[in-house]
């Protein structure tokens, strides 16, 4: 089943081209969609509501034409914009309330599942205040909730972690993969950062100047080889664990990539070990024991996928890969 | 994701929903009936319920004092004022309420940027505004014939000619209804013009109440120097002129004018034509602005 598909979908505006050829092919699931500011993510998204005409080309969504079916596709999809669209002065559940009315809900039904949605993106006893008091991660969860009242096949999440601290965006991401997971509810998610996506996303779509630049599955980016995070204590004898681990680790005969966990805690204790097979598990364990120092952690780690498009030299991504902590805008 | 509160007692997980889904004209009959509660401050905080009731309060006490006196008074025959005198009195209060009303309908969606929720739902652009702007009119509509139907039971309480109060009005309801609409289209386009409500309401008491001011000075001053053609044509440049004029032409009414002669039938009928071209005016403009507002 296709959820989202377009032809040789192109837009343009008299001074800009928007979108230019872009034919996609996007299954159920979690898809990202990553591009710069203005690489054509929202423009597509407008396309695919039926809100703005292509200049050529076709889009279908759920299987119902763009052009022709706006109104029947927005009955079935949700979409959560990008900037603040909530007004302060209501209540979050008289908002989304509203807005499930909107949809086409009879009225029981909207004040059913509005208790509903806004429990299950986390909202309790605050669903009663005013929307004006809330915090940004509170607010993005309503935006959210507006988005899957009325229990679409089908949500499009515009930069949906914007704005939002280290740990509500973990915590944003969760919820969408748990959109998919839990609700069975297909989701096409946007961001300018790589790195965000690739715990989310079953599928990354990249554009670039309205192009498609690389349609693949995660999993195609990352499990070409795993990669183990390990992290020991210090001990009396090894004052530095660490160290130690990494020169018996490398004595052993295992490949340790440079640390590249900037900005995460405890980045500087961390070491990654290229795993070759189920042996790289033991031979870390029995050197580990060897040491005498305490094993804090030993995790999967996939790849960033910005790793993936660094290898087919793709430096503005890497760029924007870098940015991810301090980028919030 | 469930929380770790002891208070949690159980955790349904996700029901999908396969009820009804009414579609578009339904969600269309929600927005306009929201709208609608929502320029009395029904569903809305407590302070947002004070002006718009407050208002209404003070359109309808006027018409419980007449009839109050005209069922006193012994020997009456009629009403001291007639139904369509009544919103010309009273247009200051019908001012006020637009102004603090129409904004509040229509700036709050563009200003919060919820409009692109809307249009991201089944409904349409032109579903958006027809509603938005018949809530308002239907607002402006209770708020202005209610006085009247007060009036209207008070006659009749008092053994008034029945054929006659009823004509009355008759007349005075058309008037109200003509009013409504051309005040909540003008005061609408006002209102989207700007995202910023304290604008909006300036805006919209200033283009009802300078033409005004304006017409009258300057018809004042054509009567008082024996240009007395000229006053009719004067009247067709405000608002509450122009609802003056179509009423004294075609619905029985006095005219405020100086003179108190008012538009001939003939005159009329340019009123009758300019207040339907300025309602379907702010209708396109409406249509125009959400074209923009979009997503």
């Known amino acids: 089943m296709t959820v989202i598909a377009t032809e040789s979908l192109s837009k343009r505006y008299?001074?800009?081209?928007?979108?230019?050829?872009?034919?996609?092919?996007?299954?159920?699931?979690?898809?990202?969609?990553?591009?710069?500011?203005?690489?054509?993510?929202?423009?597509l998204i407008k396309i695919l509501l039926g809100l703005s005409p292509a200049t050529e080309g076709s889009a279908a969504v759920l299987g119902l034409d763009v052009h022709t079916h706006g109104s029947a596709i927005r009955e079935r999809v949700g979409y959560m914009p990008e900037h603040d669209c909530l007004p302060p002065d209501?209540?979050?559940?008289?908002?989304?309330?509203?807005?499930?009315?909107?949809?086409?809900?009879?009225?029981?039904?909207?004040?059913?599942?509005?208790?509903?949605?806004?429990?299950?993106?986390?909202?309790?006893?605050?669903?009663?205040?005013?929307?004006?008091?809330?915090?940004?991660?509170?607010?993005?969860?309503?935006?959210?909730?507006?988005?899957?009242?009325?229990d679409p096949q089908l949500v499009l999440l515009d930069e949906p972690t914007n704005g939002l601290d280290p740990v509500g965006r973990d915590e944003m991401l969760g919820l969408i993969r748990r959109v998919y997971t839990d609700f069975g509810i297909s989701v096409l998610v946007t961001s300018h950062l790589l790195g965000e996506l690739e715990r989310t996303c079953d599928h990354v779509v990249v554009v670039d100047g309205g192009k498609l630049l690389r349609s693949s599955s995660t999993s195609d980016f990352t499990q070409t080889t795993a990669t183990l995070a390990v992290e020991v204590t210090d001990s009396d004898a090894h004052p530095d664990g660490t160290a130690a681990l990494r020169k018996a680790l490398t004595e052993a005969g295992l490949t340790l990539h440079a640390g590249e966990e900037q900005g995460l805690p405890g980045a500087g204790h961390i070491l990654l070990v290229e795993a070759t097979g189920e042996s790289t598990y033991d031979t870390i364990r029995d050197t580990v024991a060897d040491l005498g120092v305490g094993l804090v952690r030993m995790e999967q780690r996939r790849h960033h996928i910005a790793e993936v498009f660094r290898d087919n030299d793709q430096p503005a991504y890497t760029a924007q890969q870098k940015g991810a902590g301090s980028d919030g805008a | 994701m469930a929380p770790e509160t002891s208070t949690q007692i159980h955790n349904i997980g996700y029901r999908s929903y396969d009820g009804p889904r009414l579609g578009r004209a339904y969600a269309r009959k929600s927005l306009f009936s929201q709208s609608l509660r929502g320029a009395y401050g029904l569903g809305r905080s407590a302070k947002s319920k004070v002006l718009p009731m407050l208002l209404f309060a003070v359109m309808c006490v006027p018409a419980l004092i007449i009839v109050a006196v005209a069922i006193a008074v012994p020997g009456s025959t009629d009403l001291p004022i007639k139904y369509t005198t009544y919103a010309l009195t009273t247009q200051v209060v019908i001012g006020l309420y637009l102004a603090s009303q129409a904004p509040q309908s229509v700036s709050r969606d563009l200003r919060f940027k919820t409009v692109p929720l809307y249009f991201s739902r089944p409904i349409e652009r032109v579903d958006y505004v027809v509603a938005k702007y018949a809530a308002m009119a239907s607002a402006m509509f209770i708020l202005t014939a209610t006085p009247l139907l007060i009036m209207w039971i008070g006659a009749l309480l008092a053994k008034f000619d029945f054929v006659?109060?009823?004509?009355?009005?008759?007349?005075?309801?058309?008037?109200v209804l003509l009013l409504s609409l051309l005040f909540s289209g003008i005061g609408l386009v006002m209102a989207a013009l700007t995202p910023r409500r304290g604008f909006g309401v300036a805006a919209i008491i200033a283009v009802l109440l300078i033409p005004y001011g304006a017409v009258t000075a300057v018809q004042g001053i054509a009567y008082s120097t024996g240009n007395a053609g000229s006053i009719d044509w004067l009247g067709l440049f405000s608002p509450i002129t122009l609802i003056d004029g179509v009423q004294t032409a075609f619905l029985g009414a006095t005219s405020a004018f100086p003179g108190g002669e008012g538009p001939s039938a003939g005159i009329g009928f340019v009123y009758l034509l300019v207040a339907l071209g300025l309602i379907a005016g702010s209708y396109a403009a409406l249509m125009a602005r959400y074209r923009k507002a979009g997503l």
Do not use: C, W
């Not at chain 1, 050829?21 to 990202?32: A, H, N, Q």
């Not at chain 1, 559940?93 to 509005?114: C, D, I, K, Y």
């Open chain 1, 14 to 43: 008299p001074r800009v081209t928007a979108l230019d050829r872009l034919s996609l092919d996007i299954g159920p699931g979690v898809t990202g969609l990553v591009g710069a500011n203005g690489a054509g993510k929202s423009t």
């Open chain 2, 164 to 175: 006659d109060q009823t004509k009355g009005f008759g007349q005075g309801l058309v008037s």
């Open chain 1, 90 to 150: 209501v209540s979050a559940t008289e908002f989304v309330v509203h807005m499930a009315r909107m949809s086409g809900l009879p009225p029981t039904a909207a004040r059913e599942r509005t208790a509903d949605t806004l429990r299950h993106v986390g909202l309790y006893e605050e669903r009663y205040r005013p929307i004006g008091g809330y915090s940004t991660g509170m607010k993005q969860r309503v935006k959210l909730a507006q988005a899957l009242v009325h």
